[in-house]
């Protein structure tokens, strides 16, 4: 069983940074693909990135791309999120979650997942 626990949420203004990391706190995650997903109030949680173990290959929704980049640091069970240039549209409840299954393609089916930590809010103002 793996246990994820993300850091680095906060408040921040438009067009400003802010760098999210998931760390194993039992178990590790260093073969899994690894996504990260966000909760606005009233929403369904809708996919952001991920990223496979066995190829590195990456997956963005397009409302992120060329504003965020997933990475990942096996030797370190950590993985990271940069979020640059963002907007108010951004702020939500981040989870990073794990899927045991890596074929080599991420997914951004949520119900793919296995495990999920409990999130970071991210709030941006205007």
């Known amino acids: 069983q793996v246990q994820l626990v993300e850091s680095g949420g906060g408040l921040v203004q438009a067009g400003g940074s802010l760098r999210l990391s998931c760390a194993a706190s039992?178990?590790?995650?260093?073969?899994?693909?690894m996504g990260w997903f966000r909760q606005a109030p009233g929403k369904e949680r809708e996919f952001v990135a991920a990223i496979t173990w066995s190829s590195g290959y990456t997956l963005y929704a397009d409302s992120v791309k060329g504003r965020f980049t997933i990475s990942r640091d096996d030797a370190r069970n950590t993985m990271y999120l940069q979020m640059n240039n963002l907007k108010p549209e951004d702020t939500a409840v981040y989870y990073c979650?794990?899927?045991?299954?890596?074929?080599?393609?991420?997914?951004?089916?949520?119900?793919?997942?296995?495990?999920w930590g409990q999130g970071t809010q991210v709030t941006v103002s205007s």
């Open positions: 979650a794990a899927d045991r299954q890596d074929y080599g393609l991420a997914t951004s089916n949520l119900y793919q997942y296995d495990y």
């Open positions: 039992r178990g590790t995650f260093s073969t899994y693909v």
